[in-house]
């Protein structure tokens, strides 16, 4: 499978925000869960929020539950992440990933993604 292309990334100052997309090389995500994950320096990929396939429903970890929003574009071609009241701990390399697994993971279930792209960097620092 080819990984998804993240971008929008950057350096932002804490109570900033961001606007992160992801987009598909060749194909569209209309079809497709779309998870957003996380990986912080030191530590392991961590899921924050999905979008499902069939109707819509958005989900969230409860690290950033009411400062993120998820959201696809009218064409099905690319999902956003939107970030708000960017904390320093928020500092990561991003990764969405097609979520085969239809968000199961926040109702209690897993995730099961294909490979990872590049990611990209967000940095919150004053």
């Known amino acids: 499978q080819v990984p998804l292309v993240e971008s929008g990334g950057g350096l932002v100052q804490p109570g900033g925000s961001l606007r992160l997309s992801c987009a598909a090389s060749g194909f569209t995500l209309d079809n497709s869960a779309i998870g957003w994950f996380r990986r912080a320096p030191g530590k392991d990929y961590e899921a924050i929020s999905c979008i499902n396939s069939s109707d819509g429903n958005t989900y969230y970890a409860d690290s950033v539950k009411g400062r993120f929003t998820i959201s696809r574009d009218n064409a099905k071609t690319t999902v956003y992440l939107q970030m708000s009241s960017l904390k320093p701990e928020d500092t990561a390399v991003y990764y969405c990933?097609?979520?085969?697994?239809?968000?199961?993971?926040?109702?209690?279930?897993?995730?099961?993604?294909?490979?990872w792209g590049q990611g990209t960097l967000v940095t919150v620092s004053s």
């Open positions: 990933a097609i979520d085969f697994e239809d968000c199961k993971y926040y109702t209690g279930g897993h995730y099961l993604v294909g490979d």
